[in-house]
């Protein structure tokens, strides 16, 4: 079946860094991909998605990676703050045949150090 | 303010009990999911619906049934609670099944003793 799962389960970097989380999913028929931030006790929020026609996406101080190759994802983190400290977690939606269903990873912790 | 209402926030409950989660959109959006979160693992998918009228199984479906009666409403029932069900469910809704981000609730957490 399909799976998606992250490298690391926690990261801790200082503040200022930049921060980066890895992701790798199975399904090579997933079509597009989001990352999803999810501060305690919340719900998860949308950071920012990338479809499989693109390689690289950018947003204000995150940046998406796709290698379709080898079927990975990164999310990269400009000059972590500690508001960034959250679980992250990467998400992908198989296509049609899917229908349009998300398969979530096991999620990262990121703790941001002052 | 816009988005996903449910309830209740927080739930004790004993085994054997019949429990309906809530979850209420106003977004006008035709796609509803519940997930369940367990601790140090990622969002397994319940149950969906992609339009009002219709439902279909996710990844974890047994014990839970759901509803879809109109397009801002989806409950989540548990018909006969059993420890195993200990989690915290969130509720998700997009404008389209097909593609887009999901925009999650702020999840129930449900215990059953």
């Known amino acids: 079946g399909e799976s998606v799962g992250l490298h690391l389960p926690t990261l801790s970097v200082q503040e200022g860094d930049n921060s980066i989380i890895n992701c790798a999913y199975s399904n090579s028929a997933s079509d597009y991909f989001i990352w999803y931030k999810q501060e305690s006790g919340k719900g998860p929020q949308f950071i920012i998605d990338i479809r499989s026609n693109m390689d690289k996406r950018q947003g204000q101080r995150v940046t998406v990676l796709l290698n379709k190759t080898v079927k990975h994802l990164s999310l990269q983190i400009a000059a972590t703050q500690p508001g960034d400290s959250a679980v992250y977690f990467c998400a992908e939606k198989g296509g049609r045949a899917n229908a349009g269903k998300s398969t979530f990873g096991d999620g990262t912790t990121l703790t941001v150090k002052p | 303010i816009a988005g996903i209402t449910q309830a209740p926030t927080s739930q004790i409950l004993a085994a054997g009990r019949r429990m309906t989660l809530r979850c209420t959109q106003d977004?006008?959006?035709?796609?509803m999911y519940w997930y369940r979160q367990d601790l140090g693992l990622g969002l397994r998918l319940i149950h969906y619906s992609n339009t009002a009228g219709t439902t279909g199984k996710g990844e974890v479906p047994d014990g839970y049934s759901v509803s879809r009666a109109n397009t801002d409403d989806f409950p989540l029932t548990l018909a006969s609670a059993v420890p195993s069900q200990t989690s915290v469910y969130f509720c998700?809704?997009?404008?389209?099944?097909?593609?887009?981000?999901?925009?999650f609730g702020e999840g129930s957490r449900l215990t059953v003793l």
């Open positions: 977004m006008r959006h035709n796609a």
């Open positions: 998700a809704s997009k404008p389209r099944a097909s593609t887009g981000e999901l925009f």
